[in-house]
T-cell receptor, first 114, second 111 residues
Framework: GAGVSQTPSNKVTEKGKYVELRCDPI?????LYWYRQSLGQGPEFLIY????????DSGLPNDRFFAVRPEGSVSTLKIQRTERGDSAVYLC????????????FGQGTRLTVV | SQQGEEDPQALSIQEGENATMNCSYK?????LQWYRQNSGRGLVHLIL?????REKHSGRLRVTLDTSKKSSSLLITASRAADTASYFC???????????FGAGTRLFVKA
């Protein structure tokens, strides 16, 4: 596609529910990143994929968070038993390769847990 | 935790003036990047400087990197109201591939 696409753009869910956030990277980009951004803060690294595998998931805050990229393209970030503290903008980015290259960001999904 | 720390946190200038933002980081890096974020949510890549480079230019942007001090600066010359945004530095750690962002500098350019 022309850019990184994230859906939905906004998601409101009740505390305790399960949510899935989707990211469509730029075609041909092998590296994919998920970040979380709270108001007034910089993006916080969550997980990085190289192809289908999670090369670095050290930023996932706890085991309620999980991400997959089964075919090396689209990725889904899954959050179980959502908490109010999970409310943030979730950003996805992709790049041609890992490191030393420009990352292209999607517009993000604003998650609100009520 | 975030590696980059920007300074100042907020900056307000008049159109036509230059804006300088600084970034410090903690570990050895492969490269350092600057991004811009408008009040919307997407981040836009501005410039990448590699660890063996000291200065780089792109249009009205000038970036410097001092690896001995673990710091970088972004200079925007002849600022415009449209430059109003948040600016983030981001570093790729040596030996790794994740990009770590700082908290950002909020720039406001008054017309």
């Amino acid at each position: 596609g022309a850019g990184v696409s994230q859906t939905p753009s906004n998601k409101v869910t009740e505390k305790g529910k399960y949510v899935e956030l989707r990211c469509d990277p730029i075609s041909g980009h092998t590296a994919l990143y998920w970040y979380r951004q709270s108001l007034g803060q910089g993006p916080e690294f969550l997980i990085y994929f190289q192809g289908t595998g999670a090369a670095d998931d050290s930023g996932l805050p706890n085991d309620r968070f999980f991400a997959v990229r089964p075919e090396g393209s689209v990725s889904t970030l899954k959050i179980q038993r959502t908490e109010r503290g999970d409310s943030a903008v979730y950003l996805c980015a992709s790049s041609r390769a890992a490191g030393n290259t420009e990352a292209f960001f999607g517009q993000g999904t604003r998650l609100t847990v009520v | 935790s975030q590696q980059g720390e920007e300074d100042p946190q907020a900056l307000s200038i008049q159109e036509g003036e230059n804006a300088t933002m600084n970034c410090s980081y903690k570990t050895s890096i492969n490269n350092l990047q600057w991004y811009r974020q408008n009040s919307g949510r997407g981040l836009v890549h501005l410039i990448l400087i590699r660890s063996n480079e000291r200065e780089k230019h792109s249009g009205r942007l000038r970036v410097t990197l001092d690896t001995s001090k673990k710091s970088s600066s972004l200079l925007i010359t002849a600022s415009r109201a449209a430059d109003t945004a948040s600016y983030f530095c981001a570093t790729d750690e040596r030996g790794g591939f994740k990009t770590i962002f700082g908290a950002g500098t909020r720039l406001f350019v008054k017309a």
